[in-house]
């Protein structure tokens, strides 16, 4: 098991600045909707189930 650094500062009503060891983003709240500038996406629905996916694709990364 690693170590993991993550910390989150809010910058507005609905927008938080996102910083880990992996890099830094953005995040924005619209209603249930989350969405981050990784192209990460989350939903909230009632009766508390979240569906988490993408809303851009995915960078292909050369190994």
């Not at 507005?12 to 995040?27: C, E, M, T």
């Not at 249930?32 to 909230?44: A, D, I, Y």
């Not at 189930?49 to 694709?57: C, E, I, S």
């Amino acid at each position: 098991m690693g170590i993991q650094y993550r910390k989150r500062k809010k910058l507005g009503k609905n927008s938080w600045l996102n910083i880990s060891g992996s890099g830094v983003s953005g995040s924005t709240k619209v209603g249930p909707v989350t969405f981050n500038s990784r192209g990460g996406l989350w939903v909230n629905l009632p009766g508390g189930l979240t569906f988490r996916g993408r809303w851009k694709g995915r960078k292909n990364r050369s190994k």
